[in-house]
């Protein structure tokens, strides 16, 4: 019988604009099943794994699942091939994967809040002072969200592991998954080590972004996908390329909305990169500005970043940013990049509905919104 749950048949996405919907789906069934398997453990720990579910399924966008979807479709896979179901669910798995980073990004971000709600670690926390349990709630907040998020990781392994893949397509995807895992983590690790060593380099803001972000977010999911199809290496070369420069363009407007962003569409607070330190693109290039053409401005903005802000601070950091011509530096940048990604997709050899599919995505996600 549990081998029966664990292989029904997926509701497919019909367009690509399904795939958040059906990843949704899938994965409510894929945390059913795990809560039967940690409530055996003991019900106060099903009680708090299934903080992971509401996690996951409580918000976000499913973009890695978007693009992994997009890129076995642009490799010719289809929703009526055989295999097309253990490939959209090696897909979903890569949500629990963004769990796993956004649950210790925002511990080690120390953030409060994520899509509107206390992130994982504060709500484990005060779910230990409601039930009066013994001990710092913090820290037990942070301890058991650090489990949380590796749990979500290794029930991503799971799912690629259980997927009914033949030989010479899991050996490739096989290949793509494990390098992008070791890329998300160590990228993340130098994510820290660059705010640690103050790097205000561009050239170190852009290689974080394109191995913490870039890689998992667009590049290797396309590349996944591919696999999943079982595209030729070129194809799964050239998908990486055009991921490539749709990550880091998808990264650079993540961080204008990081400064620049909307609480009610962003889910965090406004200027909270700027609150926490990120040594992002957007802050490196007024650095390197400012520090040319207006000294000043430079030294105040040094001062302002990496530690809380009064809302007149706030204005005055985002002032920096804009005059410094730092803010319409990146906005270039990001039109270049999805030009010239989508310069090579009009090029490939792929089915024309997938290759528009792929456009509208790119668009969407790293269109401007202020």
Not at 198 to 222: I, Q, W
Request: hydrophobic letters at 45%; aromatic letters at 4%.
């Amino acid at each position: 019988m549990a081998h029966a749950r664990r292989y029904h048949r997926s509701v497919l996405p019909a367009t690509i604009d399904d795939v958040p919907a059906a990843v949704h789906g899938l994965l409510a069934d894929v945390f059913a099943e795990r809560r039967t398997a940690t409530s055996v453990v003991a019900d106060r720990i099903a009680d708090l794994t299934d903080l992971v579910g509401d996690f996951v399924l409580g918000g976000g966008k499913r973009v890695r699942p978007t693009f992994a979807w997009a890129g076995f479709r642009l490799a010719g896979g289809r929703c009526d091939d055989a295999h097309a179901d253990a490939a959209f669910r090696v897909c979903a798995a890569l949500e629990l994967i963004q769990a796993c980073a956004l649950i210790h990004d925002d511990i080690m971000d120390r953030s409060d809040t994520r899509r509107g709600r206390p992130t994982v670690h504060r709500a484990v926390a005060a779910r230990h002072r409601e039930n009066g349990w013994l001990g710092d709630p913090d820290h037990f907040g942070v301890s058991t969200a650090i489990l949380l998020g590796d749990l979500a990781l290794s029930w991503a392994d799971d799912m690629l592991a259980q997927a009914p893949l033949e030989g010479t397509v899991r050996d490739g995807v096989v290949s793509v998954w494990t390098a992008m895992r070791t890329e998300v983590l160590a990228g993340q690790m130098l994510d820290v080590v660059t705010e640690a060593a103050a790097d205000e380099s561009v050239d170190a803001a852009y290689r974080v972004m394109r191995f913490k972000t870039a890689g998992y977010t667009v590049a290797r999911p396309l590349q996944l996908g591919a696999c999943l199809a079982g595209a030729p290496a070129e194809v799964v070369e050239t998908l990486g390329r055009i991921g490539d420069g749709l990550g880091i363009a998808f990264q650079l407007r993540d961080d204008m909305l990081g400064v620049f962003g909307d609480p009610a569409v962003t889910g965090k607070p406004s200027g909270d990169d700027l609150v926490a330190g990120k040594r992002t693109a957007l802050l490196a290039v007024a650095l390197r500005r400012s520090d040319t053409d207006d000294p000043e401005a430079a030294r105040r903005l040094r001062s302002l970043v990496g530690r809380p802000l009064g809302d007149d601070e706030l204005d005055a950091a985002r002032r920096i940013l804009v005059d410094s011509g730092a803010a319409a530096e990146i906005e270039t940048e990001i039109e270049v990049l999805v030009d010239d990604s989508l310069a090579v997709l009009d090029a490939l050899d792929a089915p024309s509905d997938a290759r528009a599919d792929l456009a509208a995505v790119a668009h969407a996600l790293t269109r401007r919104r202020s």
